[in-house]
């Protein structure tokens, strides 16, 4: 019998475990799987923090959902109710803004860094395509989520977005209506993204996540190409298991912290309730992460030649993020070749376009 | 009768056992069937989704107000149905009415004073006071409504 009882009991529970699931080998894999060390290497750990921010968003929004009421009568009187009388209301409903942002931030910069180290190569192209819709469903999560409180920029935001996806050509008017269950952005149209947001979303995401994960576990990481390049004796590595999975966990812990500090100092506001018949109000933009698109569509002209111009853009738009999805397919050198400079400069060229365009849709009037 | 497939001892099991045109038949009855089983699981959630048509009340006029609640230059937001309107009143005192719903992407507009044009805050487009697009992403002059003064009321209708 061991010294300290509770080790002991530990260790019996994982041989009965052991016994039955064969849990040796699954350590035995774990132990195996490592990490390549180069200059980049801390982009590896974004992916793990949009996890990590994936879980607070789960445990936020249920604690959320526990006095949420997804009526247009009373949606905005229960977030009221949350913020002002719930004890830590205000805390839990910012840590799941703020998480929110900080989500998608890390998610971007997940694939910006996968896409410098040209991880998305064969065989690895399902793993990139599965990671990209994902962010689309970040995405969705934002823009179903935003609605949810009734508010003003809430309800002016859902009408846009909505109507954008009604200028598609043939579909577009009957996936609106379906959208918003009628004509307007009304009390169906919260329901709807409530359901979006609490139950279809989070499932289609779960099953993403595992995909994802798994797709990584199987195929391990993907050696960048300078590591690669290096003679054998050069090319250092990190245990994933403990090391990286130990450092992963100390900087989720900053991240929480950080967290909260967002919380604390800068709360979710709520702003004033939805009417429908009330004017847009001045000065009303998307989150962050539409700034583009909006500054965009503020931008194009009524039409080009004969298409409505909005519907142009958005096909631009969308032709762009096809390509982001397709990049494995259009970038065909395996793991490990040469880099392709011409990809690198168009990438770069279309990042810093993407983040002028978003300043200047915050700061231009 | 031999276990065997296609057994060449056994005159006319082949035909028994592997008939190209009936197994063809089989995988389209059995598809068919599939694909029939599955619209009719999908056609009433897909129909689900879709609303049956409100039956709102298709308000066709409206009083919105007495001629002097309106001053000369401002806009009043209405309701019409389930739309809003603005009724706008010049410097010459003269009373015009649109539906409130920018041609862009669907916001609610206003009256900006200073500027005597009819505003949208969401992408910045603008109408002049016959309600033609002016400026900005706005693709199509607002759809306008008719305004007539009884008295001293004044009542917005629905171009006939």
Known sequence: MNQDGSTSIGRRLYRWLDERYHLNDLVAFLGSKDVPITRMSFFYYFGGITLFLFFVQVVTGILLLMYYVPSADEAYESVHYIMAKVPFGWLIRSIHMWSANLMILSAMIHLVSVFYMRAYRKPRELTWISGCMMLGLLLAFGFSGYLLPWNELAFFATRIGTEVVASIPLVGDWMAYVMRGGEDVSGTTLNRFFGLHVAVLPGVAALLVAFHLIAIQRQGMSKPTEWLNKPPEQRRRMPFFPNFLLRDLLLWFVVLNFLAALAVFFPAHLGEKADPFAPAPAGIKPEWYFLAQYQVLKWLPPTIGPFDGDSVGMLVMSLGMLAVVLLPFLDRTPEGGPRRLWLDLVATLALVILIIVTVLGHVLP | MCPERNCPNCPGEENRAESPSKRRLLNVLLGGS????????????????????????????????????????????????????????????EFRAFIAICTHLDCTVQFKEDESVIWCACHNGKFNLQGMNISGPPPRPLDPLEVSVRGDEVHVSLPA
Request: hydrophobic share 45%; aromatic share 8%.
């Open chain 2, 34 to 93: 599939v694909l029939a089983w599955l619209g009719s699981v999908l056609y009433p959630m897909a129909a689900f989704l879709l609303p049956p048509p409100s039956p709102a009340m298709r308000e066709r006029s409206v009083m919105v107000g007495t001629v002097n609640e309106f001053a000369n230059n401002s806009g009043t937001l209405f309701r019409l149905g389930t739309r809003p309107g603005i009724l706008v009143r010049t410097d010459r005192g």
